[in-house]
């Protein structure tokens, strides 16, 4: 098979950007369709990137305090019921256990879409005192939510995820914990995924459930959608108080803790195929790629050529999440299109004349630029590659994000820097929901968020005109 031939198995993203993405899943490996409508199956691949991401992800959580725990997957009707916002948010996309060994429940059970009520019940139980706070856990689990419109990864209906609970002792202690998190956030996204962020507050419409507020990382994918990469909700008292999580203060009072919650899931998966793939594939940043470096031996038949390759292979595995390519059964060729395709940050070739000048040729995935390099400095130099690659990545994706972020001072002029360039649309806000409802009516696009980083673009408001003094940003989302 020739390389033209093997590219034009993946849709132009171009053309068709939702085809593209589905064809990178299934023929990168890192997720199937199942039997069990709107769930997928996370291949190996797949699976060892979400690893990756959450061994970050876990020692910078550690690093603060988090511990992990796990709670039941089952949460009792009586106990979603406790918060009223809370459930009405969720009532839509809960499924619903009612039947159990042959028998029918006293009680109907909820699949976990997200753990607030059980641990606020399980907290009531365990706090007393103000000594036993803060109480900062942390799960790794799966939830389920009935999406009616799923894509993998993105909108799964079983997804993986990690979900912070957390209590404190005072209003402002909770506070910085829900920014501190929302930090650890940004880091993992844009450090190990390359994927620049803009932080910022939810506005009430878009804010979690229960929540009194609700901070974003958001992500532009190449198409100029958004996608909400991680939240951290700052909940106050709002759940603490229905579910009695209160304690013996330091003056000897009974007070109700402050209490937070955070995640992010597997969809940073499709984020990074999103921001990063081209029409040769998906590609991987080094620090989240499940194989750093792949070596392909050409004229893999001559004599020296397969031990060269697995001798390369067992010096460079020992520093790098290395492969070396012994199939047989396919050209070279074709191996470095299947290479790209799976997005391997750099592929080493090596054949009988290269053996013979002592050197190898390296390819990197980013920029296909090819180089040859002495076989004394190959490590240093993969090294360094690995590193310029990682940068460059996020420097591009910055760049596009650049390019795609536009200013607007009407609904109209909204309307269509969308239509023309889609990506981030910031304008000034008065704060009135109508507003933020008329420009999803007019543009299909949401707000964003309110941004840390405010910019005093005009004195009023972009859709109402009234006095404004709130920058916001609109993008049309995943």
């Known amino acids: 098979m020739g390389k033209e031939e093997f590219v ?82 969720f009532a839509p996309e809960v499924a619903w256990v009612t039947e159990a060994g042959g028998e029918k429940l006293d009680e109907r059970y909820c699949i976990r879409p997200t753990s607030e009520t059980m641990f606020s019940v399980l907290y009531s139980k365990w706090l007393n005192s103000w000594r036993d706070l803060p109480m900062v856990y942390n799960q790794w689990c799966s939830v389920l939510r009935w999406e009616k419109e799923t894509r993998p990864f993105l909108r799964s209906r079983e997804f993986l995820w990690q979900e912070g609970h957390t209590i404190h002792e005072t209003q402002k202690e909770a506070e910085e914990r829900t920014i501190q998190m929302l930090d650890i956030y940004a880091d993992v996204i844009e450090n190990l995924l390359a994927i620049p962020v803009l932080k910022g507050r939810k506005t009430e419409k878009e804010q979690f459930a229960g929540a009194e507020a609700t901070y974003t990382v958001e992500s532009l994918m190449h198409d100029g959608r958004a996608l909400q990469a991680g939240t951290s909700h700052y909940f106050g008292q709002n759940f603490t108080k229905p579910f009695e999580v209160k304690f013996q203060n330091r003056e000897g009072k009974e007070e109700y803790a402050y209490q937070t919650s955070w995640g992010i899931s597997t969809r940073l998966i499709g984020g990074v195929i999103m921001a990063h793939g081209d029409n040769r594939g998906l590609k991987l940043p080094p620090r989240v790629a499940p194989i750093q ?56 070739e090596i054949g009988p004349r290269d053996i013979e000048n002592g050197v190898a040729m390296l390819v990197r995935r980013d920029t296909l630029e090819k180089e040859t390099v002495e076989l004394s400095n190959l490590e240093n130099r993969i090294s360094e590659l690995l590193e310029e690659i990682q940068t460059n990545m996020y420097n591009e994706c910055a760049k596009r994000r650049d390019e795609k972020t536009t200013v607007a001072y009407s609904l109209e002029e909204i309307s269509k820097n969308l239509e023309e360039n889609q990506g981030y649309v910031k ?52």
């Not at 009516?441 to 009234?466: N, W, Y």
Request: with cysteine; net charge negative; proline share 4%.
């Open 8 to 89: 034009k198995e993946i849709t132009n993203i171009e053309e068709d950007f939702a085809q593209w993405y589905t064809d990178i899943v299934r023929k990168a490996e890192l997720a199937d369709y199942t039997d069990t409508k709107g769930c997928i199956a996370i291949k190996p691949y797949g699976y060892a990137i979400w690893e990756n991401i959450q061994k970050y992800a876990d020692a910078k959580f550690k690093e603060t305090g988090v511990e992990n725990v796990y709670l039941p997957v089952l949460i009792p009707e009586s106990l979603l019921q406790m918060e009223k916002d809370h459930v009405e948010g």
């Open 293 to 348: 470096v792949v070596i392909v031996p050409v004229a893999m038949h001559k004599d020296g050529v397969k031990e060269k390759a697995t001798e390369l292979f067992e010096s460079l595995n020992k520093k790098f999440r290395t492969k070396v390519d012994l199939r047989d059964n396919y050209t070279p060729g074709f191996k470095f299109n299947d290479w790209e395709m799976r997005g391997v940050p750099v592929r080493v």
């Open 427 to 478: 304008t000034m806000w008065c704060g009135d929901v109508a507003c933020e409802n008329k420009v999803k009516e007019v543009t299909g696009a949401h707000s964003r968020c309110m941004p840390f980083e405010q910019e005093h673009l005009a004195d009023t408001c972009a859709i109402c005109g009234k006095k404004a003094d709130k920058m916001i940003v609109w993008g049309r989302q995943y």
